[in-house]
């Protein structure tokens, strides 16, 4: 069984950065692609950011340049720098592998 767990949101001034961490267990992480999304209130959640095992990644439009997803395979661990934050960034986030999700971390952008 696949377990995700986030770390890393908070509340940051619009311009701020933050950085998240989800950590996975029960796979072998090494293989599989991982996948950040976000969901604001009212709104569907959408993706954010994609890395596949051998390091390829996609944006979604909107954070483009501003974000970046990476991956360490020693430590199984997907993290998402976000710089530049702006209110409409503010959401909970999640962590995704394959069709396991983790709990999300609440981000919150101050104007």
């Known amino acids: 069984q696949v377990r995700l767990v986030e770390s890393g949101g908070g509340l940051v001034q619009a311009g701020g950065s933050l950085r998240l961490s989800c950590v996975a267990s029960?796979?072998?992480?090494?293989?599989?692609?991982m996948a950040w999304h976000r969901q604001a209130p009212g709104k569907q959640r959408e993706l954010v950011a994609t890395i596949t095992a051998s390091g390829l990644t996609n944006y979604a439009d909107s954070v483009k340049g501003r974000f970046t997803i990476s991956r360490d395979n020693a430590k199984n661990t997907v993290y998402l720098q976000m710089n530049s934050l702006k209110p409409e960034d503010t959401a909970v986030y999640y962590c995704?592998?394959?069709?396991?999700w983790g709990q999300g971390t609440q981000v919150t952008v101050s104007s």
């Open positions: 029960g796979s072998i992480f090494i293989v599989n692609a």
């Open positions: 995704r592998q394959r069709d396991s």
